[in-house]
């Protein structure tokens, strides 16, 4: 995409001047990417307060590590995996599992989810909410690392590419998790019939 380099190009200026010990530069970045990180760690983490404690944590701990960040990954897809990395460590902890919190039908589109914002009746309404629960559920439902591969794609729109250095894995992994991940949701919403409950729109 065009607007990534100047995105990674301003990025690496700043992260040069924290390594020169500009400490403003690290508030520059951190209120650049503070609302996307903790959107990140709240779709991981049910708890807005622990959420926000997680992230707070994730740029301490990206703070610390910036003088041996060499630029190798775009700045943003090594803070993300921070902070994935982070919310994992703070279940495992506290003996819980990743989750998904609020997931909005204009979100799940990119999964291949029916549009169905501009019914407005009764009937649809249901229909939607319906949907919204069922969506909330598969991704609920998911193994930690379908999860993180499909919030990163589908919620944060990271490439394969920044997936697989945010997880670290091989980006075949990655495309394979994601495939998987759709295949999984896809199945779940086709148990609700949705092609006979919007096709019959005769008068």
């Known amino acids: 995409?065009?607007?990534?380099?100047?995105?990674?190009?301003?990025?690496?200026?700043?992260?040069?001047?924290?390594?020169?010990?500009?400490?403003?530069?690290?508030?520059?970045?951190?209120?650049?990417?503070?609302?996307?990180?903790?959107?990140?760690?709240?779709?991981l983490v049910r708890d807005h307060h622990e959420a926000q404690d997680i992230a707070q944590e994730a740029f301490i701990k990206a703070y610390r590590a910036l003088p041996r960040f060499r630029g190798d990954s775009?700045?943003?897809?090594?803070?993300?995996?921070?902070?994935?990395?982070?919310?994992?460590?703070?279940?495992?902890?506290?003996?819980?599992?990743?989750?998904?919190?609020?997931?909005?039908?204009?979100?799940?589109?990119?999964?291949?989810i029916p549009k169905l914002q501009d019914i407005d009746s009764p009937e649809r309404q249901l229909l939607r909410d319906e949907l919204e629960e069922v969506i909330y559920?598969?991704?609920?439902?998911?193994?930690?690392?379908?999860?993180t591969a499909i919030t990163l794609r589908e919620f944060e729109g990271l490439s394969y590419e920044e997936i697989s250095q945010v997880m670290d894995c091989p980006v075949g992994t990655?495309?394979?998790?994601?495939?998987?991940?759709?295949?999984?949701?896809?199945?779940?919403?086709r148990k609700l019939n949705l092609g006979d409950k919007t096709d019959d729109q005769s008068p």
């Open 137 to 147: 559920s598969a991704i609920n439902q998911l193994p930690d690392d379908l999860k």
């Open 174 to 189: 990655v495309r394979s998790r994601i495939f998987r991940a759709r295949e999984a949701i896809d199945k779940q919403i």
């Open 1 to 43: 995409m065009q607007h990534e380099a100047p995105r990674i190009d301003a990025d690496q200026k700043l992260v040069e001047r924290v390594q020169n010990g500009d400490k403003h530069a690290f508030d520059m970045l951190v209120v650049k990417y503070e609302s996307r990180v903790m959107s990140l760690v709240q779709r």
């Open 74 to 112: 775009a700045f943003y897809t090594w803070l993300y995996r921070i902070a994935v990395n982070t919310a994992k460590n703070h279940l495992v902890s506290k003996g819980r599992r990743p989750a998904i919190e609020g997931v909005e039908l204009e979100e799940a589109e990119v999964v291949g």
